[in-house]
């Protein structure tokens, strides 16, 4: 009887397969749902993939939202707006909603997660700051359940 198990190592290095990706889904993919992205990608330091999509996805994301995540030092630049796909959420381990109710795909297999949080869209500074801080929260405590050995670095919002 032979074994052809000596080639390979006994542990392989981590591949994009063992990173959980979440997607954050909301209506028009301009406020909280780029907030979760941006803040999720910001903590896990590559530990989680996330996503963010619109199921009715705007032409930019608010720029009210875009300045209160660059006064905090995360940047927005490379956020558009994406249609939120049923193939978006089979690749996700979790699929959060932000607003977007029974528009959003159902996808079995995959845990979803509803967070009622204000829409930021159109508000002043300070409404748009406290949603950010709802959605800090939130994040983080994601990240603990996700990713149980990861140090999260402190919040953003200092």
């Known amino acids: 009887m032979t074994t052809h198990d000596t080639a390979a190592p006994a542990t392989t290095p981590s591949t994009s397969t063992d990173v959980p990706q979440v997607v954050f889904a909301c209506i028009r993919n301009g406020g909280r749902s780029v907030i979760s992205r941006v803040l999720t990608e910001h903590y896990a330091g590559g530990r989680v993939n996330a996503l963010s999509a619109g199921t009715q996805p705007g032409e930019h994301i608010h720029p009210e939202v875009a300045d209160a995540l660059e006064r905090l030092g995360l940047d927005t630049s490379g956020e558009t707006p994406t249609k939120l796909t049923r193939e978006t959420i089979e690749a996700s381990v979790l699929a959060i ?32 700051r406290a949603v950010i801080a709802d959605i800090d929260g939130r994040v983080r405590q994601l990240l603990i359940e996700l990713v149980p050995d990861l140090e999260l670095p402190p919040s953003v919002l200092g």
């Open 97 to 128: 909603t932000l607003g977007c109710g029974e528009e959003c795909p159902y996808v079995p297999g995959v845990r979803y997660v509803d967070w009622p949080v204000a829409d930021p869209g159109g508000q002043d500074e300070e409404t748009v």
